[in-house]
């Protein structure tokens, strides 16, 4: 480990951001879910959603679960700040567009409001540290920041929940800082199942945060009796109630996708891991079990029909938090747009035929009134989507030739195949055109003003949805070279506008 002199270069920010990022996978883990990071993990509203339902234990409803527009998003996450205000808990100043641009500041707002009322509880920080206080006397512990640095508290601490555990906190050298702050970090870990929220070089260094240390001392509080026991009778770690289950294959799958698992488990842990697959059709194997160096395993399944698959996550017979996991696989990708008219389209690549296309396809579903039937949505520009929204959209096409078209969430063609279908009659069947869900084009242009508010990065190109006149324009004539033009990404994904420099506001 670093020594004192040698203080690894990180500050207060980005230590609450790692605490609340491992107290946000603490949440997932009952649900198999895991997030990387915070500014690109909560975007889609769906780990929040879980987050929320595993801290209140009460379900949010109904929400997108294949969320790859950014009005699905907002509506994901309007939920989850629906059902904090319906618990009477006071929201910080947030907007799901600051969600969705990464505003990491709002973000860590949001995060403590949740951890303050389902974590710390009524009696707050003040109760905490009294309690802290009335644990460890000797240590004279009047905040969060320097009194924890030497290790010696947090050591002391684990020895007051659970006498005999650490006897020897008063002799430790408070110059070994780092280490200190190691054996006690993973002693309760091991012992006591309490997260390491918090790395040892983020405990010993003076500017850890408060915030991120209370989100870690709060668990001391929650130990339970029968932990405490086991703990003094010199019981083995339990491994299963240490482990961390996670990936897309525990709680969703497409049929023929490799479908993924991964589970952290104590590097120390000899326990062999276990997989259990149940589909539809009977029992699954899953492949390529593998561990690496840090006791992360990894495999994977592939499922070949429809349906839920039961999966059993065990150490040595014991399941992992969360276990069992149902995954429900579908037969095919989902763009979250079942029941929906859809058209997609660039706004950056507009040259030649792709222009014409663009035009002579808002002509041709203006004459039809789609844009006035109610489940027809504003075109959506894939330029302004995210890079996996977007290849999604392509994979499901099975083209990058835009304009594209999706009905109930199947691709139906691009203007060329559109026109096609026309003459042959068969259009207005696969639109499922009649007078019934119609809106008004009042309604319409509220529903236009919607979906631009929805994508925060989106200017209005002037053409394409924004058109208000009910009457159809002229058809384009095609411009003189025909060959269909793909999708070529010829820039970079919408910067971040947030900035990154040092923020400080959420210390005190």
Request: net charge negative.
């Amino acid at each position: 480990g670093s020594g004192p002199g040698k203080m690894p270069e990180v500050d207060w920010f980005a230590i609450q951001e790692n605490t609340f990022t491992r107290w946000c996978n603490d949440q997932l883990a009952e649900r198999g879910r895991h997030i990387e990071d915070l500014k690109s993990g909560l975007k889609d509203g769906i780990a929040l959603i879980h987050i929320i339902e595993v801290c209140s234990q009460k379900s949010i409803g109904k929400f997108n679960a294949h969320p790859k527009i950014e009005i699905q998003k907002v509506e994901n996450l309007n939920l989850c700040f629906e059902f904090i205000k319906k618990q009477n808990i006071k929201l910080v100043n947030i907007s799901a567009e600051d969600i969705i641009t990464g505003n990491l500041r709002l973000i860590l707002g949001l995060l403590w409001t949740l951890i303050q009322e389902y974590d710390i509880g009524a009696d707050g920080c003040d109760g905490l540290l009294k309690w802290v206080q009335s644990k460890i006397p000797d240590y004279n512990v009047v905040g969060w920041k320097k009194d924890w640095n030497d290790g010696r508290a947090v050591n002391a601490l684990i020895d007051a929940v659970c006498p005999g555990l650490m006897p020897g906190h008063a002799e430790l050298n408070p110059e070994n800082a780092v280490e200190n702050c190691r054996a006690g970090i993973e002693l309760a870990h091991t012992k006591l199942g309490i997260d390491p929220r918090v790395l040892p070089e983020e405990m010993a260094h003076p500017k850890v945060d408060k915030n991120a240390m209370q989100v870690y001392i709060v668990q001391f509080r929650n130990v339970s009796e029968e932990t405490i026991k086991k703990a003094l009778a010199g019981a083995a770690p339990a491994y299963h109630e240490l482990a961390n289950a996670y990936g897309k294959g525990l709680s969703e799958g497409v049929v023929g996708d490799k479908a993924e698992i991964f589970c952290e488990v104590q590097l120390e842990c000899g326990e062999p891991l276990q997989v259990a697959i149940q589909g539809p059709a009977g029992p699954l194997q899953a492949q390529g079990m593998a561990r690496d160096g840090e006791g992360l395993y990894s495999c994977h399944y592939v499922p070949m029909a429809p349906g839920d698959y039961q999966i059993e996550v065990t150490l040595s017979g014991n399941h992992v938090s969360g276990s069992p996991f149902t995954a429900v696989v579908l037969q095919k990708e989902s763009l979250g747009g079942e029941g929906k008219i859809r058209v997609f389209f660039s706004t950056t690549q507009m040259a030649g035929k792709g222009r014409s296309d663009v035009r002579n396809l808002e002509h041709l579903l203006k004459l039809k009134n789609v844009h006035l039937r109610s489940n027809f949505e504003p075109w959506h520009p894939v330029d302004l989507m995210d890079r996996e929204d977007r290849e999604a959209v392509f994979r499901k096409a099975g083209t990058r030739t835009l304009p594209i078209v999706f009905v109930n969430d199947e691709y139906v063609g691009d203007y060329d195949r559109m026109q096609e279908l026309e003459e042959a009659g068969q259009l207005d069947r696969i639109l499922d055109l009649s007078d019934k869900d119609m809106i008004t084009m009042e309604q319409h242009m509220a529903r236009l003003k919607a979906s631009e508010a929805g994508n925060a990065s989106f200017q209005s190109t002037g053409s394409v949805q924004a058109s208000p006149q009910p009457s159809p324009a002229p058809p384009v004539a095609a411009a003189a070279e025909p060959e269909e033009e793909e999708y070529v990404e010829e820039f970079t994904d919408i910067p971040d506008l947030q900035s990154d420099g040092l923020i400080d506001g959420l210390q005190d």
